[in-house]
């Protein structure tokens, strides 16, 4: 099939590669002209595990090219994704300026029959808006269908997932359309849930509030262990032999980041909102991954007797390992909150420094770990990146100025940091308070 893709984002790049690695002829289109030049120039805009010799891959046998003309990337189409950012807003809601402007400009240039796919994490009754603007800027001189394909790829692991997903939903009202649109995902061999617009575009918003409940619910859970002496490891071991529980999101840490669970909780939490319905939950999920990054930041003050001229130095910087993604990343806010402490803050990542210059302007961005060690009061783990996990501990020990370690993921054996000269501090592990 002949498929156009707008946006060349995290979620854009990856539907349009993977689709052109089934076979397909595929356009990724977006109005960045620099991302544009640099993906025709074989430069990766974003890290993301794999998808580099994806691209490469298709790039050179001619089934996936970039443009950022709306009437290139159309002529040919007869499916056209919808796959740019929708990003939170003043009051939480989405902001669908990136949306509306894609719709209006696929109207302004087809010229004949298309079928127009929301992949975007949009509103419910976004599908019917999309459809109302379409038909309003073309009239009724050229045959569309619109159809909402919520994606459920996480990033780290996107091209993993779009090649073996749990489930493809589809929704429209016109059923002929996401018959064709399903037509797409028959090599994969998944489930493949046809419903209406508004049930598909529901789905997405509450399987990721659902997930973020499940981290949240976990930190809660870790915050009390550590008042009552448990490991919250075992007893989220112990939850997830329970076939109707799971292990998945149980981990305890410094709570959820990223691009989609922040903004859609939010987004869903408006929703209702505006309907007149009570998010509670919603809300208290909102409110416990934000405390704990300020539980952490009380604990290096505690520790250290104060923040003001101490040397903190952070491990990673994505919002989690395997991708550069630093949006929402609790590593950020945490570095934000000891820096208006006064605290001088060393950062390290293997993928995401150069998005975090972005966001940071006074830290000091190191080499590697042994780098970022030196002259430190305090490290701490946020990004759980393999080359982490073994370390010369020694070596990061005597470059330190102080001794404290803060694991916020939980990597570490306590009496291996210990017996390495660390005042070792995980998450909810029933670790005695630091003095």
Not at 150 to 155: A, M
Not at 177 to 185: H, Q
Not at 238 to 262: K, N, T, V, Y
Not at 384 to 394: H, L, N, S, T, V
Request: proline share 4%; aromatic share 8%.
């Amino acid at each position: 099939m002949n498929i156009c893709v707008i946006g060349a984002g995290y979620v854009g790049l990856v539907t349009g590669a993977c689709f052109a690695d089934l076979g397909n002829r595929v356009v990724v289109l977006d109005i960045d002209t620099t991302k544009v030049d640099k993906l025709n120039a074989g430069q990766m805009p974003l890290y993301e595990q794999g998808l580099a010799e994806v691209v490469a891959r298709n790039t050179k046998a001619e089934r996936l090219s970039f443009t950022s003309s709306y009437a290139e990337g159309i002529q040919d189409a007869e499916v056209v994704f919808i796959a740019v950012g929708t990003p939170q807003g003043v009051d939480g809601e989405a902001d669908l300026r990136h949306v509306r402007s894609a719709a209006e400009s696929i109207a302004d240039v087809m010229d004949h029959p298309l079928i127009i796919i929301n992949k975007s994490t949009v509103p419910v009754g976004t599908g019917d808006w999309v459809a109302t603007i379409v038909r309003k800027r073309r009239g009724n001189d050229v045959d569309f269908s619109v159809v909402s394909n919520p994606e459920f790829l996480r990033e780290g692991s996107a091209v993993r997932d779009f090649m073996h997903p749990d489930r493809v939903v589809l929704g429209s009202e016109d059923r002929a359309a996401a018959e064709r649109v399903s037509s797409l995902y028959i090599p994969l061999r998944c489930t493949i849930m046809v419903t209406d617009l508004r049930t598909a575009e529901m789905i997405k918003y509450a399987s990721n509030a659902f997930l973020a409940t499940r981290v949240s619910f976990i930190n809660e859970i870790a915050g009390i262990c550590d008042e009552l002496g448990v490991d919250v490891t075992e007893v989220a071991f112990g939850m997830g032999c329970d076939e109707r529980i799971g292990h998945h999101f149980l981990q305890a840490g410094l709570g959820w980041g990223g691009s989609c669970f922040p903004k859609d909780v939010m987004a869903l939490a408006h929703m209702a909102d505006l309907h007149g319905t009570h998010p509670q939950l919603l809300r208290a999920v909102v409110d416990i991954n934000m405390a704990q990054r300020r539980r952490v930041v009380r604990w290096l003050r505690d520790a250290l007797g104060g923040l003001q001229d101490k040397t903190i130095g952070v491990l990673g910087l994505a919002f989690k390992p395997n991708t550069d993604d630093v949006r929402e990343s609790p590593a950020i806010d945490i570095i934000r909150m000891v820096e208006n402490e006064e605290a001088e803050v060393r950062v390290y990542d293997p993928q995401a420094m150069l998005r975090a210059r972005e966001e940071l302007n006074h830290v000091c961005f190191c080499q590697d770990i042994y780098d970022l060690a030196e002259g430190c009061d305090a490290l701490i783990l946020a990004t759980e990146w393999e080359e982490f996990r073994y370390p010369d501990w020694a070596r990061v020990r005597s470059a330190m100025r102080g001794d404290l370690f803060i694991d916020g993921r939980n990597v570490y054996d306590p009496e291996t940091m210990r017996q390495a000269g660390f005042r070792y501090r995980p998450i909810g592990r029933g670790i005695v308070p630091l003095q």
